[in-house]
């Protein structure tokens, strides 16, 4: 896997793949049916956030055939207590390949030391444990369970809530 970041030249594949109602059936924030336009308006929010220093995002792509698989964030950055919100997707045909503990590595990494945060967390409803399976296999602790945290088409969901600090990522990394 390839990481690069974000750019509004990523707007046409966002647009396409977050369109899938596979991909808003287990995404906290994205609808169903997925609003022309809204990608671009989800590119332009995030560089906004870059250069305010409250955001870092970045694309996933194959190494050896360049091409959209999905995006890795670091969103919500707190300085003050040195910590941020995790947030991922992969297009449907790329679930269940390794690709998103393989991007997740070096995010972490990223994190923990260019950033020098402390903590990052991640949410994920219950009934898409997938992503669950990827936060506990890359070292972060689920904390908790946010009941109904979230109206997904009309429904309450719950929410798992998973963290990892530094002083735990230093461990396994070493």
Known sequence: MNLRSLTQADIPSIQRCASVRAIADTMISIPHPYPEGEAERYVLRRLAEFEAGLSVSFIIERKFE????????????????????????????????????????PILRFGF???????????????NPGSGR?????????????????????????????????????EAAA
């Open 66 to 105: 360049p091409a959209f698989c999905g995006a890795i964030e670091i969103r919500d950055i707190e300085s003050e207590h040195s910590q941020a919100e995790l947030s991922f997707w992969l297009a449907v045909e790329m679930w269940g390949k390794g690709y998103m503990s393989e991007a997740l590595q």
């Open 113 to 127: 030391e260019d950033l020098a945060l402390n903590r990052l967390y991640a949410y994920h409803m219950v009934r």
């Open 134 to 170: 990827v936060l506990q296999k890359n070292g972060f602790v689920q904390e908790g369970v946010l009941r109904q945290r979230v109206r997904k088409w009309g429904m309450f969901e719950d929410v798992k809530l998973w963290a990892i600090v530094h002083s735990d990522w230093q």
